[in-house]
């Protein structure tokens, strides 16, 4: 896994949303590429993602809450 490369596709795709949208970080990426991403490399992206958001890295996206299926749910502000 390419944690900066993905970590690139996703500011990529925040910069698109319109402010107020609700997502997970799989909304972020096209076609099967987050699918195709095994279940800890999906986590591991994950954590860091949210760690990123949280420390004010993205100072466009809020944490919102943790999902019943345990993904993270973020808004864009």
Do not use: C, P, Q
């Amino acid at each position: 896994m390419n944690t900066e490369l993905l970590l690139g596709k996703a500011r990529e795709s925040i910069k698109k949303l319109k402010k107020g949208k609700h997502f997970v970080i799989k909304d972020l990426f096209k076609g099967t590429e987050w699918n195709d991403l095994s279940r800890g490399d999906k986590t591991s992206f994950g954590r860091i993602f949210k760690n990123e958001v949280v420390s004010g890295k993205y100072s466009d996206v809020k944490y919102v809450r943790r999902r019943n299926n345990n993904s993270s749910e973020y808004t864009k502000i």
